[in-house]
């Protein structure tokens, strides 16, 4: 069982692009419903519907380089 201290942690923390992509193959491939699957790996369903937006037609390789390319173009803004 957690505790309340481990669940606000669980629930700050960053899933990486490419878990991220991982996880939509997954639910692609899955016979579950949307509803369900996302329930099963406890997260909402808008959170899956913003990933789908965000990295719906992209590899793991795609997810690296946006990574990349976000963290460079942080160098020029800060």
């Known amino acids: 069982m957690l505790t309340s201290k481990s669940k606000q ?3 700050t923390e ?3 692009p490419e878990e991220i ?4 193959r997954e639910c692609d491939a899955s016979e579950l ?3 369900s699957f996302c ?6 369903v808008a959170i899956r519907h913003r990933w789908r937006k965000k990295y719906g ?5 795609d997810a690296k380089r ?3 390319l976000e963290k460079e ?3 020029f803004f800060n």
Do not use: F, G, W
């Open 9 to 11: 942690h669980e629930q």
């Open 66 to 68: 946006l990574k990349a």
């Open 21 to 24: 992509i991982l996880l939509l």
């Open 57 to 61: 037609m992209m590899d793991v390789a």
């Open 73 to 75: 173009n942080a160098t």
């Open 39 to 44: 329930q099963q790996k406890q997260i909402s």
């Open 33 to 35: 419903s949307q509803e």
């Open 14 to 16: 960053r899933t990486k």
